[in-house]
């Protein structure tokens, strides 16, 4: 089947230090893959994606790489900011219609100042 | 400019008697979900439209119902809410068949408190 591992959480973290959050996917077809960040009482917002091997996702200073190899997906950013303190969601659509989004467990990151 | 709205973003209602969320976008997309978040917990398909075309997921309880009347809204109906449906709601569409552009467009969610 299709599914979505992410690394247990919370990641808490100070300010400027390097984050990883780490989704390894299982899929039996050719999926996209999406990093999505939720606030609190909020919904989901994308954060970024790759549709293809060797694709990197980028936004507000946050990147994750495609590798069809090690089926990973995961994300990372070099600085963090105390707003950037969320649920973050690693997920995969499987390119076929009418097909949803496969979600992992959702990681919490507390970033402190 | 919100794209996927969701009303209310608050609900309270009482144990077992019949409630709707509601879902309006505005991007024209064909597909068009509903997912249950519990707390610290994924976001659960509950079912989707494609188009008219309702899904059912098979772990879907028959107390949760959906109507679509037409592209841009979707409706979902709780019949007899218990205290476990108490939950965030999120209503999301995307545009299909798109491989290049799949990903989905949330709402800000209905969290919904049962008393």
């Known amino acids: 089947g299709n599914s979505v591992t992410q690394m247990e959480g919370p990641v808490t973290l100070s300010e400027e230090a390097f984050l990883t959050i780490n989704c390894t996917y299982t899929a039996t077809g050719y999926p996209s893959l999406f990093w999505y960040v939720q606030y609190p009482g909020e919904g989901l917002q994308l954060l970024l994606k790759a549709t293809k091997a060797d694709d990197k996702g980028s936004n507000k200073g946050f990147e994750a790489t495609y590798r069809k190899e090690t089926t990973s997906f995961h994300l990372e950013k070099g600085s963090v900011q105390v707003s950037d303190s969320a649920v973050y969601f690693c997920a995969l659509r499987i390119h076929q219609a009418g097909t949803a989004l496969i979600f992992g467990k959702g990681t919490t990151l507390s970033v402190s100042s | 400019d919100a794209m996927v709205i969701q009303n209310p973003r608050y609900q309270v209602t009482q144990f077992g008697k019949p409630v709707t969320l509601s879902c309006s976008q505005t991007l024209n997309h064909n597909v068009m979900y509903w997912y249950q978040q519990k707390s610290s917990q994924a976001p659960k398909l509950l079912f989707h439209?494609?188009?008219?075309?309702?899904?059912n997921e098979a772990d879907t309880p028959d107390n949760f119902q959906s109507r679509r009347p037409n592209t841009s809204f979707c409706f979902l109906d709780i019949r007899s809410p218990g205290l476990g449906d108490a939950a965030m709601y999120l209503c999301?569409?995307?545009?299909?068949?798109?491989?290049?552009?799949?990903?989905?467009?949330f709402g800000q969610g209905t969290r919904l408190t049962v008393v």
């Open positions: 439209y494609y188009d008219k075309d309702f899904n």
């Open positions: 999301a569409t995307s545009r299909d068949p798109s491989p290049m552009n799949t990903e989905a467009f």
